[in-house]
């Protein structure tokens, strides 16, 4: 069983930045895949950025070249870094982690870009 905590949300006005941190319980962290995920009101969970255990991204054409997703193996802890920040990237994101068939997903945390 793997737990997920997220933080770092928050309301910041457009152009802005945050840093989204999930830290993970366990001692395999280096061998899940560590995803975050956003769902807006009225709209479907969307992937927007995954890390493999070996570092390797990938991100949803609507973030590219604004978010950065890393992880720090020996904090068994992953980050997104938003950088220039739209409206439309107002959702509550979660952050997943996933191995083989197993799977499991954090609480959320709330990311509201307004002015």
């Known amino acids: 069983q793997v737990q997920l905590v997220e933080s770092g949300g928050g309301l910041v006005q457009p152009g802005g930045s945050l840093r989204l941190s999930c830290a993970a319980s366990g001692s395999i962290f280096r061998l899940y895949a560590m995803g975050w995920y956003r769902q807006a009101p009225g709209k479907q969970r969307e992937v927007v950025a995954v890390?493999?255990?070996?570092?390797?991204?990938n991100y949803a054409d609507s973030v590219k070249g604004r978010f950065t997703i890393s992880r720090d193996n020996a904090k068994n802890t992953v980050y997104l870094q938003m950088n220039s920040l739209k409206p439309e990237d107002t959702a509550v994101y979660y952050c997943?982690?996933?191995?083989?068939?197993?799977?499991?997903w954090g609480q959320g945390t709330q990311v509201t870009v307004s002015s």
């Open positions: 890390i493999g255990g070996g570092g390797s991204t």
């Open positions: 997943n982690a996933a191995i083989g068939p197993r799977d499991y």
